[in-house]
């Protein structure tokens, strides 16, 4: 995503542009969530007005800017309070930039899991950070974004380079490893981002982790509403996607946590993608709060500098490295 050069043939593309997904008066699409009415969300949505939306782009960028320096000495705390912390500062860092946030579904407390989602938003990556902390798999360009770059990297982000597809098996070998030391990891099988109206198909490549490290994959839905606010599709320069987020007014993010899927029970790494790209499309009704205990038994993965989960060194089954896209 996000980039004005040809990309190769293997890679997945979404037809969601700037033009037709970032234009939001309003968002007749999305439709009710079930088991609640129409409110101040489904309809038009003016502007948040210069003054606010100023005052949530500088909350904000400082907050991640403040993240990043207090990176080392964070690092010092206990597992536990390092932890909290950084999941209190994921989640300010998304209410700074005005974005309100509700959660559904019960997070899994323990144990290894492959964390899978769809892919709207650059605010995607701190809104499962807040609730289910682990290692992200981003593409390599990531590592080169202005402070973000550099966060991701503090985090212990497992960075993929797409344009190399000899690369990937070394990919799902490193979340393997991570996932066997009793580790989570997050990834977005769909490969790029797409508006939120439409969805990609989940590519069963990151799957192939789960089945040999043995471990339960978790699928979350993210939606926002109105769901072209928030689209980070194409082309679009970053900071016109903060500018969209921060002068739109009642932007709510809402993250659905599904039953997990237990990677023993599918054949192989297909049939598992399938499945987890069918519970990420199902649209539930689940009883909606903030988890503030979620994860609360997470401090013996995390990383020295992060919430991230730290790799064991545990060699993963030689089959990845037959693993195609």
């Given at each position: 995503m996000n980039g004005t050069t040809a990309l190769p043939p293997w890679l997945p593309t979404a037809p969601c542009t700037?033009?037709?997904?970032?234009?939001?008066p309003d968002d007749p699409v999305s439709g009710p969530v079930p088991g609640r009415g129409p409110g101040r969300d489904s309809g038009p949505h003016p502007g948040a007005g210069l003054p606010r939306a100023v005052a949530r782009l500088t909350a904000g960028t400082g907050t991640v800017l403040l993240g990043v320096l207090l990176a080392p000495a964070a690092a010092l705390l206990p597992p536990a309070a390092r932890l909290a912390l950084v999941r209190r500062w994921t989640r300010t860092v998304v209410r700074a930039f005005g974005v309100r946030v509700r959660y559904g579904g019960n997070p899994v407390a323990t144990g290894p899991l492959l964390v899978v989602a769809n892919h709207v938003s650059w605010l995607d990556v701190p809104?499962?950070?807040?609730?289910l902390p682990a290692r992200m798999v981003a593409k390599a360009e990531v590592r080169r974004w202005p402070v973000l770059g550099v966060l991701a990297a503090l985090g212990g982000t497992l960075f993929i380079d797409r344009d190399r597809l000899r690369a990937l098996p070394g990919t799902v070998r490193a979340m393997a490893g991570v996932l066997a030391g009793g580790g989570r990891?997050?990834?977005?099988?769909?490969?790029?981002?797409?508006c939120g109206r439409e969805r990609g198909r989940f590519r069963p490549a990151a799957f192939q982790a789960a089945l040999e490290a043995g471990c339960a994959v978790q699928p979350v839905r993210i939606d926002y509403r109105p769901a072209d606010a928030a689209a980070y599709v194409g082309d679009d320069p970053l900071g016109a996607s903060l500018w969209r987020v921060v002068t739109t007014r009642h932007l709510t993010a809402e993250v659905r946590l599904a039953d997990p899927l237990p990677s023993?029970?599918?054949?192989?790494?297909?049939?598992?993608?399938?499945?987890?790209?069918?519970?990420?499309a199902h649209r539930t009704a689940f009883p909606w709060a903030v988890p503030q205990r979620a994860a609360a038994s997470d401090s013996a993965n995390l990383s020295p500098l992060s919430v991230h989960q730290r790799t064991r060194p545990r060699p993963a089954a030689a089959s990845s490295s037959r693993t195609p896209s």
């Amino acid at each position: 995503m996000n980039g004005t050069t040809a990309l190769p043939p293997w890679l997945p593309t979404a037809p969601c542009t700037p033009g037709r997904c970032t234009a939001h008066p309003d968002d007749p699409v999305s439709g009710p969530v079930p088991g609640r009415g129409p409110g101040r969300d489904s309809g038009p949505h003016p502007g948040a007005g210069l003054p606010r939306a100023v005052a949530r782009l500088t909350a904000g960028t400082g907050t991640v800017l403040l993240g990043v320096l207090l990176a080392p000495a964070a690092a010092l705390l206990p597992p536990a309070a390092r932890l909290a912390l950084v999941r209190r500062w994921t989640r300010t860092v998304v209410r700074a930039f005005g974005v309100r946030v509700r959660y559904g579904g019960n997070p899994v407390a323990t144990g290894p899991l492959l964390v899978v989602a769809n892919h709207v938003s650059w605010l995607d990556v701190p809104l499962l950070a807040a609730v289910l902390p682990a290692r992200m798999v981003a593409k390599a360009e990531v590592r080169r974004w202005p402070v973000l770059g550099v966060l991701a990297a503090l985090g212990g982000t497992l960075f993929i380079d797409r344009d190399r597809l000899r690369a990937l098996p070394g990919t799902v070998r490193a979340m393997a490893g991570v996932l066997a030391g009793g580790g989570r990891v997050a990834v977005f099988p769909e490969g790029s981002t797409w508006c939120g109206r439409e969805r990609g198909r989940f590519r069963p490549a990151a799957f192939q982790a789960a089945l040999e490290a043995g471990c339960a994959v978790q699928p979350v839905r993210i939606d926002y509403r109105p769901a072209d606010a928030a689209a980070y599709v194409g082309d679009d320069p970053l900071g016109a996607s903060l500018w969209r987020v921060v002068t739109t007014r009642h932007l709510t993010a809402e993250v659905r946590l599904a039953d997990p899927l237990p990677s023993g029970r599918h054949p192989d790494r297909r049939a598992l993608a399938a499945a987890a790209q069918r519970a990420v499309a199902h649209r539930t009704a689940f009883p909606w709060a903030v988890p503030q205990r979620a994860a609360a038994s997470d401090s013996a993965n995390l990383s020295p500098l992060s919430v991230h989960q730290r790799t064991r060194p545990r060699p993963a089954a030689a089959s990845s490295s037959r693993t195609p896209s």
